[in-house]
Nanobody, 125 residues
């Protein structure tokens, strides 16, 4: 499985961005797709995850109500819609994939076997 994230950019606080994660290779219904982010000098942190089937999702408390993870069955199957962006959302965002279900390991970077390259999101105040 290969993943490629895109859609990052510079946006003002309060604005919106839509990140996409394109995949190549087989993704099965028992896969979990996740988004993580890493700010300079900080550890990579969980943002959101969804079961490939779309039946289950999980969000970090810091983004709940502002970010939505979903599937787009066209070219870019996993989308992270970000709204009401804050300067503290500034980071490199990564998409990732793992076999399994939404659980504790869905929120941990070490739980994921496949990673895409990051896309920079910068939110100005």
């Amino acid at each position: 499985v290969q993943l490629q994230a895109s859609g990052g950019g510079l946006v003002q606080a309060g604005g919106s961005l839509r990140l996409s994660c394109a995949t190549t290779g087989r993704i099965f219904s028992n896969y979990v797709m996740g988004w993580f982010r890493q700010a300079p000098g900080k550890e990579r942190e969980f943002v959101a995850a969804m079961q490939w089937s779309g039946r289950s999702t999980s969000y970090a408390d810091s983004v709940k109500g502002r970010f939505t993870i979903s599937r787009d069955n066209a070219k870019n199957p996993v989308v992270l819609q970000m709204s009401s962006l804050k300067p503290e959302d500034t980071a490199v965002y990564y998409c990732a994939a793992r076999e399994g279900i939404i659980n504790y390991y869905s929120r941990r970077p070490e739980g994921y076997a496949f990673w895409g390259q990051g896309t920079q999101v910068t939110v100005s105040s």
